[in-house]
Nanobody
Framework: QVQLVESGGGSVQAGGSLRLSCAAA????????MAWFRQAPGKEREGVAT???????SYADSVKGRFTISRDNAKNILYLHMNSLKPEDTAMYYC?????????????????????WGQGTQVTVSS
């Protein structure tokens, strides 16, 4: 059974940092395209960052230069390092896993591209 379990969310002041983790079971994070999404209250879920099996990463313009997506293949964990956090980053953050890899990953910001989802972890940034 596939499980993606996020952790690391919390409350932080603007300008602060957090590291989100997504531990995978029954799924190999290094083999497929994976992503982080977020959903703020009253808004649609949006893609934040993706990483392909070859390590190629891409970012939404709103987080470029502040967030970094990475993997620890030995531990089978996906990370999202978030720096210079802003109040508008406040959202529930979800990790997502696809069952494919390839060039499309860098443009895969639609939810339908991903078949596996975690339960989410809340990030709250205060001004």
């Amino acid at each position: 059974q596939v499980q993606l379990v996020e952790s690391g969310g919390g409350s932080v002041q603007a300008g602060g940092s957090l590291r989100l983790s997504c531990a995978a079971a029954g799924y190999t994070v290094s083999r497929y395209c994976m992503a982080w999404f977020r959903q703020a209250p009253g808004k649609e879920r949006e893609g934040v960052a993706t990483v392909d099996s070859d390590g190629t990463a891409s970012y939404a313009d709103s987080v470029k230069g502040r967030f970094t997506i990475s993997r620890d293949n030995a531990k089978n964990i996906l990370y999202l390092h978030m720096n210079s956090l802003k109040p508008e980053d406040t959202a529930m953050y979800y990790c997502a896993g696809a069952w494919w890899s390839g060039n499309l990953c860098s443009r895969a910001y639609g939810e339908s591209n991903f078949g596996q989802w975690g339960q989410g972890t809340q990030v709250t940034v205060s001004s």
